[in-house]
């Protein structure tokens, strides 16, 4: 069980209404905090699936400004340890409630670094 912290990067489109565009604007960033809960299923492989909810900020540039709400993520991925850092590429799906009824659905492909050495062997 851990804390994650962070903004989600990539690009971004809607799929509502085209009055949605003035609302959003040309440029989003996600904000996330949560806590999340990670699971090895097979004793001795590197192999994990992750689960989590979290408190997401969207920021805009439309007249929406900034979007406050929660959100679900489940992820599964794999840890390669070098010395006390794991390299952990993932993959994960995102679901995210804001205010005024907006969600949105985002695939974060990811590279995590792992700093827990003591848990892993």
Do not use: M
């Amino acid at each position: 069980v851990g804390l994650a912290l962070g903004p989600v990067i990539g690009g971004a489109r809607s799929d509502g209404p085209s009055e949605a565009g003035p609302r959003f604007g040309g440029d989003i960033q996600l904000a996330v905090a949560g806590l999340e809960a990670k699971y090895f299923p097979v004793s001795g492989l590197k192999g994990f699936l992750r689960g989590g909810l979290s408190w997401n900020s969207l920021r805009t540039n439309g007249t929406y400004e900034r979007l406050n709400g929660y959100g679900y993520y489940g992820g599964v991925g794999w840890e390669i340890p070098i010395k006390w850092v794991a390299i952990a590429p993932e993959i994960a799906f995102r679901r995210v409630h804001l205010a005024q009824d907006v969600t949105g659905d985002i695939f974060t492909p990811s590279i995590g670094l792992h700093f827990y050495k003591e848990l892993r062997d």
